[in-house]
């Protein structure tokens, strides 16, 4: 007789905690921004900031998970390695934005994505996206040329430049991760955390030993020393180790668990539309980190706070869209 009650409480309760998870990885994009800008401070360099970030984060997520039955299927898939070379590069272009200006800025050019992805979907995929869906990519591509024109001519370009390539990595990464046949066929959040993992240990590890054998090159003279290649003593920077490591086991692997976690509970819509408030969790941990003397982060201007209301107006504008749009064509 009450089992009708039953379902709707336990899915009512499903969802609030999806939105608290949403909630969750929101905030840990935010702690990451601050510990990317942190690493900037000490010196460290991107690339091996993030490969030290992101093994350590595969080895946690495998040593709780195992390997599972298909490891060597999975890392063998070409996808695989688009995959896991993009969320490499995703993380080191957005780690080398935040050397150019602080959280909450760097993290608004990333919302660039949005729109490329909706470009990327109608080129190849033939996703066309709905009027609304046009207005809001619009909306945020000017926010953010709106922003960018205020920025310090000094970072202006060069930041423009790292957080579209992270925007563009980021949107590779998501199609790559669509259309992997393991990644699809993954149905528990376990198994999608183990192929992430899988993926992200074995790209890891080859980029680490290619960044060593570069290092080591560079210090033979055999290669020049342009910046772009750490150097041994970069490669073996004392708070690149920890922060490196502090980013993946603590932050970098959490952050992961809440997304698969969230999307199940809230879907893939809802979640982005989370994803948005992005920058803000960014501008409250740069804030907490100016006031301790962690970093220098002065207050977001106008014109920064302004292409945060947009892009957060916007990607609601788009989501609420492509819900619309999913829900005519269900059928009846």
């Given amino acids: 007789m009450n089992r009708p009650h039953v379902q709707i409480h336990q899915s009512s309760l499903s969802s609030a905690r999806g939105w608290l998870e949403a909630a969750g990885c929101v905030t840990c994009i935010g702690a990451l921004s601050l510990l990317y800008a942190i690493g900037h401070s000490f010196g460290s360099h991107p690339i091996a900031f993030i490969l030290y970030a992101v093994l350590v984060s595969a080895v946690m997520t495998l040593l709780a998970l195992g390997p599972g039955p298909n490891a060597l299927a999975i890392v063998c898939h070409p996808l695989s390695w688009v995959v896991g070379l993009c969320m490499i590069f995703l993380e080191v272009f957005y780690f080398q934005t935040l050397t150019y200006v602080p959280p909450a800025h760097g993290s608004v050019v990333l919302r660039i994505a949005t729109p490329i992805a909706m470009i990327v979907g109608w080129l190849f995929f033939q996703r066309r996206p709905s009027p609304p869906m046009v207005i809001g990519g619009i909306a945020i591509l000017a926010a953010i040329s709106f922003m960018i024109e205020w920025t310090s001519p000094d970072v202006r370009w060069p930041m423009a430049v790292s957080g579209t390539l992270a925007a563009g990595f980021l949107t590779m990464r998501g199609f790559a991760a669509e259309f992997h046949p393991w990644n699809r066929s993954a149905r528990t959040v376990a198994e999608k955390l183990r192929v992430t993992g899988l993926i992200i240990l074995v790209t890891s590890i080859s980029s680490l030993i290619l960044a060593t054998i570069a290092a080591l090159g560079v210090a ?17 920077h004392a708070p690149t180790f920890f922060l490196g490591g502090l980013a993946g086991g603590a932050i970098f692997t959490l952050m992961m668990y809440l997304n698969f976690s969230s999307v199940v509970k809230i879907t893939t819509e809802n979640l982005t539309a989370m994803m948005a408030f992005a920058p ?36 609601l504008l788009i989501i609420g869209s492509s819900v619309r749009a999913r829900g005519r064509r269900l059928p009846p």
């Avoid at 003279?221 to 342009?226: C, D, E, H, M, V």
């Avoid at 920064?304 to 947009?310: E, F, L, M, S």
């Fill in 280 to 315: 803000l969790t960014a501008w409250l941990f740069q804030s907490i980190a100016d006031a301790l003397g962690w970093i220098r982060a002065p207050k977001p201007e106008l014109t920064v706070v302004a292409a945060i209301i947009v892009c957060i107006v916007a990607v």
């Fill in 220 to 236: 033979a003279g055999a290669l020049p020393s342009t910046g772009l290649i750490p150097t041994l003593s970069q490669m073996l």
